[in-house]
């Protein structure tokens, strides 16, 4: 029997690569899967290629753990979070509950 997985879903679809400067298309969310018993965490290559490799900080609350890729500054951080937050209530809109 497989072991039950936590999901951390992250949305996204237009990216801006700070360390390329390119903005490109992504894919509309990505699922990360958590092992409860071991915390062995899965990251698609996706991901990693962008840079979150080695140690990850985050911001959590309640509902959501945002994932800092390092050497991000937080001030990038938060034009990232208000691009999700647009790409959010599109979804909504679009009765993506």
């Avoid at 400067?21 to 409860?36: G, H, Q, S, Y």
């Avoid at 965490?41 to 290629?49: A, G, H, L, V």
Wanted: charged share 25%.
């Amino acid at each position: 029997m497989y072991p039950i997985c936590l999901v951390i879903t992250i949305f996204y679809s237009i990216s801006f690569s700070l360390e390329s400067k390119e903005i490109f298309k992504k894919m509309a969310k990505i699922t990360i899967r958590v092992d409860p018993r071991t915390g062995v965490t899965y990251f698609p290559r996706e991901i990693r290629k962008e840079g979150f490799v080695g140690q990850i900080d985050g911001l959590s609350n309640a509902l959501t753990f945002t994932l800092i890729k390092p050497g991000t500054k937080l001030r990038d951080v938060e034009k990232s979070l208000r691009i999700i937050l647009q790409d959010i209530a599109l979804r909504r809109q679009q009765g993506q509950e």
